[in-house]
């Protein structure tokens, strides 16, 4: 893998981690809204559309990343934007974090790097 894939694919996997943060906080903003009509209006709200840009960028950018990069590769990238959604949470949402999920993300970056290596 060149550093120029690996910088998009690091790209990609921080995008698709914002693109679920996005949402949480669309999510957060739906639940305050009390009545049915401005529950519809709260859809179209600002984390709503910056959500949906978010991924349809995302989405632009994996394809620009596999059209040079094997998919083999690439898709550890998915899996490292999983693993960084609770961190996110952690550090927006305060959520907790287990020393079980520390773990179980070191051993996702080293199959990362084996992965790619």
């Not at 989405?59 to 960084?84: C, E, M, Q, V």
């Not at 959604?85 to 179980?104: N, R, S």
Request: aromatic share 14%; glycine share 4%; charged share 5%.
């Amino acid at each position: 893998m060149t550093p120029q894939q690996f910088v998009l694919s690091s790209i990609f996997a921080l995008s698709l981690a914002m693109g679920q943060t996005l949402f949480k906080l669309a999510a957060n903003h739906w639940q305050r809204v009390q009545t049915p009509a401005n529950q519809i209006l709260s859809i179209i709200s600002p984390w709503f559309i910056a959500a949906v840009i978010s991924y349809g960028l995302t989405a632009l950018l994996w394809i620009y990343i596999l059209r040079n990069t094997a998919l083999t590769k690439a898709y550890a990238f998915s899996i490292a934007g999983s693993a960084l959604v609770p961190v996110i949470a952690f550090l927006v949402f305060k959520e907790p974090l287990t020393a079980k999920y520390a773990m179980g993300f070191v051993l996702v970056l080293a199959g990362i790097y084996l992965c790619i290596s």
